[in-house]
């Protein structure tokens, strides 16, 4: 790669880029984000999926829309969603642990 740019411009070709990305893929427009937010001080039981079906029936055919983990993510930033706790897959384990051996597993 380094060598093309040196044919290509010479010495000058060589010295240091910046590595920042020309484009940002996961950005939004502030016209979008307006709206999500909107949508969810109108319906604030509704989740992504609900917002992002609203959007697509509301939206012109052929208009940009969000996905639903995009949505999501602005709901997140916007301090309108919490993260959910993760939990355990097999419950409680510490309860478990602190109530002893079953009956019978001895």
Same mark, same amino acid.
């Given at each position: 790669?380094?060598?093309?740019?040196?044919?290509?411009?010479? !010495?000058?070709?060589? !010295?240091?880029?910046?590595?920042?990305? $020309? &484009?940002? +893929?996961?950005?939004?427009? @502030? @016209?979008? *984000?307006?709206? $999500?937010?909107?949508?969810?001080?109108?319906?604030?039981?509704?989740?992504?999926?609900?917002?992002?079906?609203?959007?697509?029936?509301?939206?012109?055919?052929?208009?940009?829309?969000?996905? $639903?983990?995009?949505?999501?993510? *602005?709901?997140?930033?916007?301090?309108?969603?919490?993260?959910?706790?993760?939990? &355990?897959? +097999? +419950?409680?384990? &510490? @309860?478990?642990?602190?109530? +002893?051996?079953?009956?019978?597993?001895?």
């Amino acid at each position: 790669m380094w060598n093309k740019r040196f044919k290509e411009k010479g !010495v000058a070709g060589l !010295v240091d880029r910046s590595r920042r990305p $020309i &484009t940002f +893929g996961l950005a939004v427009d @502030a @016209a979008m *984000v307006t709206k $999500i937010v909107a949508l969810k001080h109108k319906h604030p039981r509704w989740g992504a999926k609900k917002l992002w079906a609203l959007l697509l029936r509301d939206s012109a055919d052929g208009a940009a829309r969000p996905s $639903i983990s995009t949505i999501n993510r *602005v709901l997140y930033h916007s301090g309108l969603v919490k993260k959910r706790g993760g939990g &355990t897959a +097999g +419950g409680d384990r &510490t @309860a478990r642990a602190a109530r +002893g051996p079953r009956r019978g597993s001895q």
